[in-house]
């Protein structure tokens, strides 16, 4: 395995690390493991927002539906020829529709289809409401 972190990384090593945002990870992961953080009704909720930011993005719905675990999961597909960096462009603002004050992303997936998985919410002090939060996957499939 190589230590290059791209094609052609000369200096092997960054520049610094990122301590200085740890305090927010660690607040949105304290909530997301809080009982009842989840809001209801995620369709409800986001779905609106969520299909018109894939329209808009140039994404085609395809289904959605809440796990047995609360996620609310998005299936999109995405024209064959796109790209990672395309795919993942496309993926995010439609995330974007859904983002909360706080809000971490993990991508994984294969060549064909790629996958998001967010946690997102409003924490201590950013809302008159309540904290809560959502999960949400969005699967993007080539077409």
Not at 63 to 83: F, H, K, P
Not at 130 to 139: D, E, F, I, Q, S
């Amino acid at each position: 395995m190589t230590e290059a972190r791209w094609d052609d990384d000369a200096e092997f090593a960054g520049i610094a690390d990122a301590s200085m945002f740890v305090a927010p990870l660690e607040q949105l992961r304290q909530l997301a493991s809080s009982p009842n953080w989840i809001a209801e009704e995620p369709g409800t909720h986001l779905g609106p927002g969520l299909r018109s930011a894939a329209e808009a993005a140039g994404l085609s719905w395809l289904s959605d539906g809440v796990t047995e675990e609360g996620v609310y999961e998005v299936a999109l597909a995405i024209d064959r020829a796109a790209n990672r960096k395309q795919t993942r462009e496309a993926a995010w603002r439609v995330i974007g529709a859904a983002a909360e004050v706080n809000s971490h992303i993990a991508e994984h997936g294969s060549e064909d289809t790629t996958v998001f998985d967010v946690v997102t919410g409003m924490t201590p002090g950013s809302t008159h409401f309540a904290t809560h939060g959502h999960t949400l996957r969005v699967v993007v499939s080539k077409r």
